[in-house]
């Protein structure tokens, strides 16, 4: 599930695309509770299919893998996936193509963290590109690391005193709109209130 904040920034790019052809939008939401979402495979794979349903002609290349790969049945291999996402990458007929990595450090230190950050080191390489990454993740000293040096803009915050006050003005919004927030007991609501506000962490 995409937190909030990267749904919100998704729907506005979606809708900036519909309105104007030669941009495509990918995302990914990596969890921790699933593994299959922590998997640098699965995770280019994904980017790749949701740029392929949005470009209408295909390039001989991608569609010779996909026959390779026995029309999708089978997954492609982490090469032939780069050069594919390469591709998009370079294609003339996208103009700008926006990627959102929801949630980067869900995906295990001990897993396949250091081979995506790699991956996403790699793509800043790619010349001429028309990628625009935009990452989002707690603070993790190897993320930070690795990240800080492929920054094209100052990295932003969201957390801290200020996100956990507008997270409090949204629950409070939800409790007064919500039917069934409404028959709870007052000191029920305040308790409810607290635990979302405190649980969210600043997040």
Known sequence: MLTCFSSTIIENINEFCIINPGHAVAYYYFSFNDSEKQSAVNFISSMVAQLCSQVADLPEELKGLYSRCDDGKRKAAMPDLKVSLKLFAMMKKLRNIFMVIDALDECPKDGDREEILGLIAEMKT????????????????????????????????????????DIELYVNDQIATVTKWKKLKEGLRVEIKEALVKGANGM
């Open 126 to 165: 790619w010349s001429p590109s028309n990628l625009h990454l935009l990452i989002t993740s707690r603070q993790e000293t190897d993320i930070g690391e690795k990240l800080v040096t492929l920054l094209t803009t100052p990295a932003i915050s969201i957390q801290g005193s200020q996100v956990a006050s």
